[in-house]
């Protein structure tokens, strides 16, 4: 006979011993706690029942009981052994359960968190955020509450240790404990970083009193494992299973009647850890997909300094990561991310123009340096000295802390900082912690805490985009200066579209870009080669792709050559020489065949065909070539005589790459110095700017090759940049000039200046004062 909260059932004893596993010893027993009168029979369960599925169970473990009895013939041994096994099996359900949950301690505080972040943050995890919030923390608070209850995506580039990753990781468990979000992924620049997340998150649920206190539905059942993770396959609340589940990465939390994170998961991983198609299943049988994704450092310095790297995770994030949400949903996603180097993934994805939809925002732990760096530099003077010295002195020596104490109005003179509170133990303020870091490693301390990285791709020499952008001449589009004698067009040959460029020169290669555009003309003023819209075929319809670049190139050199080119006095010009890229070997033939019936047609030899050959330091150089009859011969560039078509020109690209940036650089009055058509504003801004035109000048970064002897810059797509179009027209264009005659005659005695410096000049200035020099 068994009892069960007060009812009896004859042959109880045998029932549980028959039950096979935990789930039908649990339905038996929520049978009796659906009883509202005694229960004496078998019979009297049968009312109890919910479903065919519960009957069937019920059936299977009567049959089995009465199958023990009958085999054993109802003795007194067999029925004790059954009454043992039913009290053993009673004894591990009671062991299993949890219930009742205790009561949430505070409603009102759990309540006044629910829809606000921050309050959230400092009331339930004061430990993880010991100081007072800066603006940039802030910032972050705002931006992330927004995304997770609205649903937007943000990325936001935060100084290095300033805690995006504490406040990534608790905004998570604030979005799943109200049930704003019910599958969170986390992903980090590895996997083990994304892990550690889903360590940390696991942490505060289990030991966290003040989560404890006001979410017991949560915690508490974390909290009665013990730390025993493996306890939790049987864990029973009030007879249910809460089903706990954990994994290296992914955190199940536990199914609980009326909570709001009842089976809800957390999923952690690296950003390049495949997670498409990922889904799970609630506890009502609801399968949801990810909902929330928290993206904390995308990159490794490894990764950020690889253009193809980069290139990668910036693609995994536009396309893999948005395209978690199920169909028809959108995705909410916060990306506090670091730039590491220019050009880099998390760059790029903060670049409005690339990716609006991030909303991307620049944050620094400086927004202004002290005015007197000559202080800073000998405080810096003592620092180095004293750990030079002394092997037991602290990160900031104590002389150098005395120096700062004593002169400490002067040397925090406007100087702005974005946390006052962040400094170490032998630091007083934030002013010098910040100082002491930039010391310690400039170029780290301009990419780690400024988000304004040295350009690793590039190097001073070479304007930036933004730069490039309003680098104009003062002229009005296709208004020629005067002083220009030669004009030079340049096609790049496309399956889609003709990219196409106009410029002047004056003997001494200053140059002028008139004009420049697409053919056919495109109605979107952003697009790529890729979603041109004309295209060649779709304005010459019925005709194959070489055809319809032949007619394009038909079409667009008589328009240009019917433009009105005229200098500022008076003098009429046309173009004097016309390169089209030849290089594309599936329309080489249709450039060939044009420029000889363009020359047969209309004017001989003035429109050629060319082709760019990468000539790379242990090759021969083309201006060393030996030059045949009939051969032009000059500048890394030659025209060769190619059958009975006419001359081809050949010229070496990364030659005229770098020359064409060296051209960009000279200031404008010195000899070679190029822009772009655009007038100025009274205060001397330029009223045209070139974006799309400085995104192709910029789309590629050199680097240095000197393996076979011979210095010579090698250019290379940067990161996640296809676009580079108007790069070689421009440098066609280059060539044209050359084979004209102009010539450098004059070394440009100045370089544009960045706007954002190293602070190397004020620091040289500095020190020039005491006989030093920089360090």
Known sequence: MGVYKGASVAGWELLVAAAKGPSEVDLLHELLKRATSPVATVQDLIPLLKSNAEADTLSMIVGRAKSAFEATGGDRYSRHKARMAAKQRALSV?????????????????????????????????????????????????????????????????????????????????????????????????????????????????????????????????RKLEGQHNRSRGQLLDGSPTAIKYGKKTLVLPSVAGSAASGS?????????????????????????????????????????????????????????????????????????????????????????????????????????????????????????????????????????????????????????????????????????????????????????????????????????????????????RVIPLGVEYLTSFVDVHKRALYWMV?????????????????????????????????????????????????????????????????????????????????????????KKFCREWSLQRMAGLVMPSRGRYIKSAQIPISQFKRRAGELLGEEWIAKRVGKIGREVQFDTFHWKTFLHRRYATDIGDPGCLTAYGERQK???????????AQHLDAEYREPDNSGGRPVDLWKLKPSRTENHFFDCAVGNCVAASMLGARIVQTSTAVAQKQILSLAERRAAALSKKGRKAA
């Open 265 to 477: 998961l957390f999923y952690a991983g690296g950003l390049m850890t495949a997670v498409r198609g990922a889904q799970h299943i609630l506890p009502d049988g609801t399968i949801i997909r990810p909902d929330l994704v928290l993206l904390d450092d995308i990159q490794t310095r490894e990764s950020a300094e690889s253009p193809p790297q980069s290139a990668t995770r910036e693609r995994i994030v536009a396309a893999d990561i948005l395209g978690l949400a199920g169909p028809g949903e959108s995705i909410a996603a916060l990306m506090p991310i670091t730039v590491i180097a220019r050009g880099d993934a998390a760059e790029n994805i903060l670049n409005r123009e690339r990716h609006p939809e991030w909303r991307g925002e620049r944050t620094r732990l400086v927004e202004q340096f002290p005015t007197d760096m000559e202080l800073w530099e000998d405080y810096n003077e003592i620092r180095k000295q004293y750990l030079r010295e002394d092997d037991e002195a602290l990160g900031c020596p104590k002389e150098a802390t005395a120096f700062y104490r004593k002169h400490r109005a002067a040397m925090d003179k406007g100087a702005v900082v974005t946390w006052p509170e962040r400094f170490g133990k032998d630091e007083i303020s934030g002013v010098q912690y910040a100082m002491n870091l930039f010391f310690r490693d400039e170029e780290a301390f301009w990419s780690e805490y400024q988000n304004e990285p040295k350009n690793l791709l590039d190097d001073d020499q070479f304007l930036d985009e933004d730069q490039l952008a309003v680098k104009v001449s003062g002229y009005a589009r």
């Open 683 to 693: 205060n001397g801004k330029a009223k045209t700017e070139h974006l799309v035109l």
């Open 503 to 591: 410029c002047g020169w004056e003997t001494n290669f200053t140059g002028y870009i008139l004009d420049y555009g697409v053919f056919p003309k495109q109605n979107r003023p952003t697009f790529t080669v890729r979603t041109a819209r004309p295209t060649l075929q779709e304005t010459y319809r019925g005709v194959g792709l070489e055809a319809a670049v032949y007619k394009g190139l038909w079409e667009l050199h008589d328009h240009l050559w019917a433009l009105e080119w005229e200098r500022e006095d008076g003098t009429a010009f046309s173009i004097q020489r016309a390169l089209v890229d030849c290089g594309w070997g599936q329309t080489e033939q249709t450039v």
């Open 94 to 222: 009671e062991g299993r359960e949890i219930g009742p949950l205790p009561p949430v301690r505070d409603p009102d505080r759990k309540e006044a968190c629910r829809k606000d972040l921050r309050l959230a943050l400092t009331t339930y995890f004061p430990r993880a955020f010991p100081l007072a919030f800066s603006d940039n923390h802030l910032l972050c608070v705002k931006k992330a509450q927004l995304v997770v209850l609205v649903g937007a995506l943000f990325a936001l580039a935060m100084p290095r240790g300033t805690g995006k990753t504490t406040i990534c990781q608790r905004t998570a468990i604030w979005s799943v404990l109200y049930g704003h979000r019910h599958f969170v992924v986390l992903l980090g620049a590895t996997e083990e970083k994304g892990q550690l997340s889903l360590q940390v998150i696991d942490f505060e649920i289990e030991k966290n009193d003040l989560l404890l206190e006001d979410f017991p539905e949560v915690c508490y059942p974390f």
